[in-house]
């Protein structure tokens, strides 16, 4: 694999983050240079003291690693679980949201670079510990808690210990992630999970080193990982952007993959970009590309493929496989119809739709967004 050069990986020089000294983080070990590397993800970066890695989070305190954003959060949010996006995991439900800051890619399309990318993590941050999170998420009556926003691999230590204390009181946990991990955090992460959206951010290599700052590869081993080696529930969204990863081939390739080695039962989310961060010169998503992509991916074989980020009904939607019946009728966030039981079998042909699904769902949580300041929780 091609090594990424240090003045693409956006790597901060030897500086002491504004915080305290954090937590002690897992999965490193000293270099016979004296340096200390993370383990991590597959940037492996080697630190001097004092120096963050480039996710900017994780930093080298002495002769440890330390992560200094835990317990620490960007802030915290009632979202509805579509909005990760997933479709198959508890539709119409609700779902406590959280963040920390930084992230280890160097997306230049991050739709949330203000969070991911930021240093001045003093003046975004709430504070809770894993226990009050989890408590908190009971009281405001969410089904799951979501380590969002930022990638929650770079907080893991953080996400992990949440997760334990969310799961202790009944609750069930999501991770929104790019998957860039080792194999071994990567195990002890996905471990803890119920549901993990995963952004497949294209189908190439070149993409990935030249948008990104990273490499492809370990994003499709942490797919395979979750969909054969572990218990959590697997959605993929791949964002499309006009001219870089939206060609017919790449989308051919890329749901072709999906279909053989995960399977025809993992949903994929095509969402629309739009300018923001460092690509601010190239315009939003055609509707057209993102229904182009999902007719790609149907014909793959794929049997739930999604439009995301626009009003489009019928790319929302939720089809029985077996019948065709329109079983879950959704506009953008807004569930209008649902038929499924607990069981997810289709009431009209007895096909079971993949996914976890409660009782019969009323009214979804809709559009809400409400924020939740854990000071006064």
Not at 169 to 193: C, I, Q, S
Request: aromatic share 8%; proline share 6%; net charge negative.
């Amino acid at each position: 694999m091609k090594p990424i050069p240090a003045e693409d990986q956006d790597l901060p020089e030897s500086e002491s983050l504004a915080l305290d000294n954090g937590a002690p983080a897992r999965w490193w070990h000293k270099l016979a240079d004296g340096r200390i590397q993370c383990d991590l993800c597959p940037r492996d970066c080697k630190l001097h003291e004092g120096q963050p890695g480039l996710c900017f989070v994780r930093q080298r305190v002495g002769d440890e690693m330390r992560l200094m954003t835990y317990g620490r959060s960007s802030g915290f949010c009632i979202d509805p679980i579509e909005k990760k996006p997933l479709n198959h995991f508890y539709p119409g439900s609700s779902v406590f949201s959280f963040g920390t800051a930084g992230c280890n890619l160097a997306c230049k399309f991050c739709q949330n670079w203000d969070i991911s990318k930021s240093r001045e993590m003093d003046s975004l941050m709430d504070a809770a510990s894993p226990r009050q999170i989890a408590e908190a998420a009971r009281k405001q009556n969410a089904l799951s808690v979501a380590f969002t926003y930022n990638d929650p691999i770079i907080f893991a230590e953080y996400a992990i210990d949440t997760a334990e204390a969310c799961h202790a009181l009944g609750l069930k946990t999501v991770a929104v992630t790019a998957g860039y991990v080792h194999a071994e955090p990567r195990r002890e992460f996905f471990a803890r999970m119920d549901a993990a959206n995963v952004d497949l951010k294209a189908f190439t290599d070149e993409f990935y080193q030249q948008q990104t700052g990273s490499h492809l590869a370990p994003v499709l081993e942490t797919l395979l990982h979750i969909q054969h080696r572990s218990a959590c529930w697997l959605e993929i969204t791949t964002l499309l952007i006009p001219g870089l990863n939206d060609s017919t081939p790449e989308l051919e390739a890329l749901t072709a993959w999906v279909a053989k080695e995960l399977g025809p039962d993992v949903p994929l989310h095509f969402s629309a970009f739009h300018p923001d961060y460092k690509l601010s010169q190239i315009p939003a998503t055609p509707a057209a590309t993102l229904r182009r992509a999902r007719r790609i991916g149907l014909d793959s074989g794929l049997r739930y493929v999604y439009t995301g980020n626009l009003h489009d009904t019928e790319g929302g939607s939720t089809c029985c496989p077996g019948c065709h019946a329109k079983l879950i009728e959704r506009d953008w966030y807004d569930l209008l119809h649902y038929e499924l039981d607990a069981e997810g079998k289709c009431p009209h042909c007895g096909t079971r739709i993949a996914g976890r699904f409660a009782a019969k769902v009323e009214r979804g949580f809709g559009r809400r967004r409400i924020p939740v300041r854990m000071a006064s929780t």
